[in-house]
């Protein structure tokens, strides 16, 4: 499956919360989630990203689950911006996608 680059995932954030973080603090709360989800999930070490030396680095989640990068940057800019309502809405919607591409994720990849 194609995966996103981190700069793709940047941009797809800007087009959503257009000024709203910096890139060096969304590239920080995408290292957060593919930290988790590579320790969690891959069982694998958490990458590294730095803004914008890794930007053309593939990020962990393949298309088309990849609406998790911008679902969890809104939430996050939510919780940021205490606003408590959009990020309970958001939040829930972030959770359904990785929960999606977890199933996904676990029925294709059956340890042998």
Request: with cysteine; glycine share 2%; proline share 8%.
């Amino acid at each position: 499956m194609e995966k996103i680059t981190l700069s793709q995932a940047l941009a797809r954030a800007e087009q959503l919360l257009p000024g709203a973080c910096d890139p060096e603090l969304l590239t920080a709360w995408i290292e957060e989630l593919d930290g988790k989800i590579a320790a969690e999930l891959l069982k694998t070490q958490p990458p590294v990203y730095r803004y914008p030396e890794n930007s053309d680095t593939p990020l962990l989640v393949p298309k088309p689950y990849h609406n998790v990068y911008e679902l969890y940057l809104t939430a996050m800019r939510d919780l940021r911006d205490r606003d408590t309502e959009r990020y309970e809405n958001d939040a829930a919607l972030y959770r359904q996608a990785l929960q999606e591409w977890k199933a996904y994720y676990r029925r294709t990849h059956v340890p042998e």
